[in-house]
C-alpha cells in the first residue's frame, strides 16, 4: 500500500524547491542559524515584508513593472537565461533576499559583492546604439524602486500583518541600506520619497517586444506542471490587480481594472494557501519566522 501523503506537506515542499533549491533545509539553517551580527532584526519591516507570503504575488508585480525600462529590459533579454532557467534565475534572487534581509552581515556583504560582480559583465548597446550597464546607479534606482514598491504593496493588501504608515516608511528607509550596498545613489527613505522617485522614471517607461515577451512567459507560459498552474494563475491574477492600469496597457495585458477586486480576492485566496502550506513546515515555530525560513 502506498504512504498516505499529506497534501500540506506536499505543498510546502514543493514550494519550497521551486523558491530555494533541492536542499531548503540546508539553505535556511545556513542563512538564519549563522552566529553574528545582522544588518536587520527579523521581526523588524522588512522583516515582516520579505518573510511573508505575499511576496509572491509581489515578486511577479515587480517583474512586470522593471521590464518597462527599455534599457533595464534589454539587458535582461541579452543577458539573462531566465526563459532557460527561470527556476534557477528564481532561487538566486531569493537566496539575495533571504541572505541580506536574514543572514549575518558577513552573508548580506557576500550576497551584495557576488551581485555587483555580475552586474560588471552585463553591459551592451541598445539597437540604436544606446549603452547600457547593468552597474548604472540609475538603472539600479528602477529595479530597487519597483522592486520595494512591488512587495511593500503586496504585503499591504495580502500580508499576513500590514504595516502602519510608520512601518511602511520604515521598510523603504531598510531596503535603502541594500540598495546603497549594490549602487544606488540617494534611493529614498520613506514611502512618499518612494513613490516620487517612482513618478519621475515615468517618461522613460515603454513597453518593448521584450518586455511584452517577458510578460507573456509570466502570465502564460511559464514551465510549471498542470496541478499548478491554477494556483499560479491567482498569483498572476493578484500581481496583475496590483499594477497600475498603465503598465497593463503597455504590456498588451487586458486585465479590465473593474475585475482587479475580484483578483485581489484570488490573490488573497492563493497567499493564504501558501501560508497555511509553510507554517506546517515547522510546527511550534512563530509563523513568520517560518515563512522567513522559508
Known amino acids: 500500500m502506498s504512504p498516505v501523503v499529506n497534501p500540506r506537506a506536499a505543498l510546502a515542499h514543493a514550494l519550497l524547491t521551486r523558491v530555494?533549491?533541492?536542499e531548503p533545509d540546508e539553505a535556511r539553517d545556513?542563512?538564519?542559524l549563522t552566529p553574528g551580527p545582522r544588518w536587520f532584526d527579523p521581526d523588524s519591516p522588512i522583516g515582516r515584508v520579505h518573510g511573508d507570503a505575499s511576496m509572491f504575488v509581489g515578486g511577479v508585480r515587480a517583474l512586470l513593472l522593471q521590464s518597462l525600462h527599455p534599457l533595464v529590459m534589454t539587458a535582461v533579454a541579452d543577458h539573462s537565461g531566465y526563459r532557460q532557467d527561470p527556476w534557477g534565475r528564481l532561487q538566486n534572487t531569493a537566496t539575495f533576499i533571504a541572505a541580506t534581509t536574514f543572514g549575518t552581515s558577513a552573508a548580506a556583504e557576500r550576497a551584495i559583492a557576488i551581485v555587483k560582480a555580475v552586474h560588471k559583465r552585463v553591459v551592451g548597446t541598445m539597437p540604436d546604439g544606446t549603452p547600457y550597464a547593468a552597474g548604472d546607479p540609475h538603472l539600479l534606482s528602477?529595479?530597487?524602486?519597483?522592486?520595494?514598491?512591488?512587495?511593500l504593496l503586496a504585503h499591504q493588501h495580502l500580508g499576513r500583518r500590514p504595516l502602519d504608515r510608520a512601518g511602511c516608511d520604515e521598510y523603504?528607509?531598510?531596503t535603502a541600506v541594500v540598495a546603497r550596498a549594490l549602487g544606488v545613489v540617494d534611493p529614498p527613505v520613506t514611502y512618499a520619497g518612494l513613490r516620487a522617485q517612482l513618478a519621475d522614471f515615468r517618461g522613460e517607461l515603454a513597453a518593448t517586444p521584450a518586455a511584452r515577451d517577458v510578460a507573456t512567459f509570466l502570465l502564460h507560459t511559464p514551465p510549471l506542471p498542470r496541478a499548478a498552474r491554477p494556483g499560479y494563475a491567482l498569483i498572476t491574477s493578484g500581481?496583475?490587480?496590483l499594477l497600475p492600469p498603465w503598465a497593463r496597457r503597455e504590456l498588451?495585458?487586458?486585465a479590465a481594472p473593474v475585475l482587479d477586486p475580484l483578483r485581489r480576492a484570488g490573490g488573497r485566496a492563493v497567499t493564504a494557501t501558501i501560508r497555511w502550506a509553510l507554517d506546517s513546515a515547522e510546527p511550534g515555530r512563530a509563523p513568520e519566522a517560518v515563512e522567513a525560513a522559508r
Not at 528602477?142 to 512587495?151: C, R
Open 20 to 22: 530555494a533549491g533541492p
Open 239 to 241: 500581481a496583475l490587480a
Open 252 to 254: 498588451g495585458v487586458h
Open 172 to 174: 523603504v528607509a531598510q
Open 142 to 151: 528602477w529595479v530597487h524602486l519597483g522592486e520595494a514598491e512591488s512587495f
Open 30 to 32: 545556513r542563512i538564519h
